[in-house]
């Protein structure tokens, strides 16, 4: 059963210390995305990935977050230094983006609380 | 990127068909509408998409209007299961970039 795998699946740190956040994506899809969810902004895109190349970062703050795909089956998501208000579900979603369009499959998120 | 309207929340009896309407009155000609849920704590879920056409398959019907500014999401025997949130989107496909933006959504509360 194809699944997009996400780890930690919750995360407490403290303010000031570095988190990163690691999604695996289904094999053989070329799109991943990354969101934000908390209940003032609902899901943010933050950013998203064709092929291993960014494509678009313009919802991450680029002064603390970070975003890349080492390789096909990895993609992780760093915020340096974390701030509380960087608390929020974060998940990451890929699929396989043809013509006709597709849908993306979502993780189960990494709980994030920064005291 | 176009904008969806839905409404805040529904409500719905179990066993009858839920119906969850969307404007997207600014959509453009090579937009998709996709639909996702959100069941409490879990990653969004996909149900269905469609262009012009509708759409059915094993979790939902996708009805939209000829001039595509608005659709209705259709399930048609609704269960206790499917209380979430129903986001309606559209997004453009194909080569080069895309965003999938989520709105507010719909709350369907499936009651007994």
């Known amino acids: 059963d194809a699944r997009v795998t996400q780890t930690p699946r919750h995360k407490v740190t403290e303010m000031g210390q570095e988190v990163t956040m690691r999604c695996q994506p289904i094999l053989g899809h070329n799109t991943v995305f990354w969101y934000r969810q908390t209940m003032m902004q609902g899901l943010e895109l933050l950013a998203y990935?064709?092929?291993?190349?960014?494509?678009?970062d313009s919802g991450m703050p680029k002064d603390r977050f970070s975003a890349e795909m080492p390789d096909a089956t990895l993609a992780t998501l760093k915020i340096q230094p974390s701030e509380p208000r960087d608390s929020a579900v974060y998940f990451c979603a890929s699929g396989l983006m043809a013509r006709g369009g597709t849908e993306a499959f979502f993780g189960q998120g990494t709980r994030l609380t920064v005291v | 990127d176009a904008k969806t309207t839905q409404p805040p929340s529904m409500d719905c009896a179990e066993g009858r068909a839920a119906n969850l309407p969307c404007n997207h009155s600014?959509?453009?000609?090579?937009?998709?509408v996709y639909w996702y849920r959100q069941i409490h704590s879990q990653g969004p879920q996909y149900i269905i998409h469609g262009l012009k056409n509708n759409e059915t398959n094993e979790m939902a019907s996708l009805i939209i209007t000829e001039d595509r500014k608005s659709s209705t999401l259709i399930l048609p025997h609704a269960t206790l299961r499917d209380t979430a949130v129903y986001y309606c989107i559209v997004r453009v496909a194909g080569t080069g970039g895309f965003k999938t933006i989520f709105g507010a959504g719909t709350r369907l509360f499936v009651k007994a």
């Open positions: 600014t959509i453009s000609g090579n937009e998709y």
């Open positions: 990935f064709r092929n291993r190349a960014p494509l678009d």
